[in-house]
């Protein structure tokens, strides 16, 4: 363990240069570098086996009913909360995937291995039973849960193979909460935190469709046109939120990019976003700043710049109008430049959870 720590020590020194981190390609997207890979690697390894400090966000029944959070989890108890320490490991997950050499690749195998047993994964299928904590990470956490088993899914690797079946039952048990809650939410929660119901439904959407879930994939689609089809102008110049680690508008756009075919996404996305191709607003175009990074609610912000460069990729990604797909591409460049330099800034606040937004934001597009 001391040389894994020091090797994270090591990768967590700032690096002079966010061009260190990715690179840019013809076509505008990104591309993570290797060394990128070993530096967000090292902060998610960092954080899935700290178990302190914590936000265990768990109903107590009584006054007995009090463990520390690998009693409640004994897989994801780490990275101070649970949907933080799921995408923790969605990250690993994806960096061994695209860097399966990498410097850390037998520490990561070892760490994921001891985690996704079958046990563990059943012992965390039971805490959705409770009866007080049925709405546990609703849909927040459901939605990096289902990110986190497409990814292995997905990889054709054995032992990444073993941990999928692991985590299937888990996976099958959000997917039925998906289902069951979905025909009883009358509305979706349009905030740019945790509950915003575009995003819980924009990640178990590319699940759904990727596993071949017909029931899930329908429950989505449909409640997603019923939420979010006739909406128009949406009011952007009234973001951020002070808190804000998403974009409703954006959010709500990159959903509907993907329930859409392009034609009717392009004119949908008009009427919702009419001055989006002229980088209007500006405020929604303009990098945040954060003042205190170690102030657990107003470092959101730094995801904010995060969550808002995947939304315009994926848009351009979908965009039909070519100068709209490079008006989103030279705003996602800039919000990257803004914040990725500053994810590892020694702070625990933001670092147990910005580096999964960077690693998706990188991926975003394709």
Request: with cysteine.
């Amino acid at each position: 363990m001391k040389t894994l720590r020091l090797l994270i020590i090591s990768l967590l020194i700032p690096l002079t240069s966010y061009a260190q981190f990715y690179t840019q390609e013809a076509n505008g997207f990104f591309k993570l570098t290797r060394e990128g890979a070993d530096h967000f690697a090292a902060l998610a390894l960092k954080c899935i086996t700290q178990e302190f400090p914590n936000k265990t966000q768990h109903v107590q029944v009584d006054s007995s009913d009090f463990q520390q959070p690998s009693g409640y989890h004994p897989t994801f108890y780490g990275c101070f909360d649970w949907h933080s320490a799921v995408h923790g490991h969605w990250i690993l997950v994806k960096l061994l995937k695209e860097f399966p050499d990498m410097a850390q690749a037998a520490v990561i195998r070892e760490t994921i291995n001891n985690h996704l047993t079958r046990d563990k994964i059943a012992f965390e299928l039971a805490y959705f039973d409770s009866k007080h904590n049925k709405s546990f990470e609703r849909t927040y956490g459901w939605a990096w849960l289902l990110k986190l088993t497409e990814e292995l899914y997905t990889w054709n690797d054995p032992q990444g193979q073993e941990w999928y079946a692991n985590i299937q039952p888990l996976a099958k048990h959000i997917a039925d909460l998906y289902i069951d809650f979905l025909p009883k939410q009358s509305f979706p929660n349009r905030t740019g935190v945790h509950p915003n119901t575009a995003f819980g439904l924009s990640l178990a959407w590319d699940y759904a469709v990727t596993i071949s879930d017909e029931s899930l994939t329908f429950s989505i689609g449909s409640r997603a046109l019923d939420y979010y089809a006739q909406d128009r102008d949406c009011p952007a110049q009234w973001e951020p939120g002070g808190t804000d680690f998403f974009s409703p508008c954006l959010i709500e756009a990159e959903l509907m990019a993907k329930i859409l075919n392009k034609s009717d996404f392009q004119n949908w996305l008009k009427a919702f976003l009419p001055q989006l191709k002229e980088g209007q607003p500006a405020i929604l175009f303009n990098p945040v700043s954060v003042t205190d990074r170690s102030d657990g609610h107003l470092v959101h912000l730094d995801g904010l710049n995060l969550s808002r460069a995947w939304c315009f990729l994926n848009i351009a990604a979908s965009a039909s109008d070519s100068a709209l797909g490079q008006t989103l591409i030279t705003a996602a460049a800039q919000h990257l430049a803004k914040t990725i330099p500053l994810i590892a800034d020694g702070d625990y606040m933001g670092e147990h959870w910005l580096a999964s937004f960077a690693v998706y934001a990188l991926f975003a597009g394709r």
